[in-house]
């Protein structure tokens, strides 16, 4: 079985900062791409970035120069940083993870963290 599990999300005020994380446990041979999604209320699930295991990045155009996603391969965590945060930036942030368990790959998620941006 593999898991992912979100933290970091939050209320914060617009203009603010937070780092989510996302680490993957299970019976894991490799993960290739990792990535962030976010899904705001009526809307449909959006890319927001992805990185390769070769640290390739990724990013929607509306999060480009205040998002950063990063990952560390020794604890298969990805991270997404988040500045300048906008109202418009709230929403559940998934992580989403392509795994190799020896031969069988899939897709993984996490269960979401709410990221809320008001004063």
């Known amino acids: 079985q593999v898991q992912l599990v979100e933290s970091g999300g939050g209320l914060v005020q617009p203009g603010g900062s937070l780092r989510l994380s996302c680490a993957a446990s299970?019976?894991?041979?490799?993960?290739?791409?990792m990535g962030w999604y976010r899904q705001a209320p009526g809307k449909q699930r959006e890319l927001v970035a992805t990185i390769t295991s070769g640290g390739r990045t990724n990013y929607a155009d509306s999060v480009k120069g205040r998002f950063t996603i990063s990952r560390d391969g020794t604890k298969n965590t990805v991270y997404l940083q988040i500045d300048s945060l906008k109202p418009e930036d709230t929403a559940v942030y998934y992580c989403n993870a392509h795994i190799n368990r020896w031969g069988l790959e899939a897709d993984y998620w996490g269960q979401g963290t709410q990221v809320t941006v008001s004063s």
């Open positions: 299970g019976t894991i041979f490799s993960i290739d791409t």
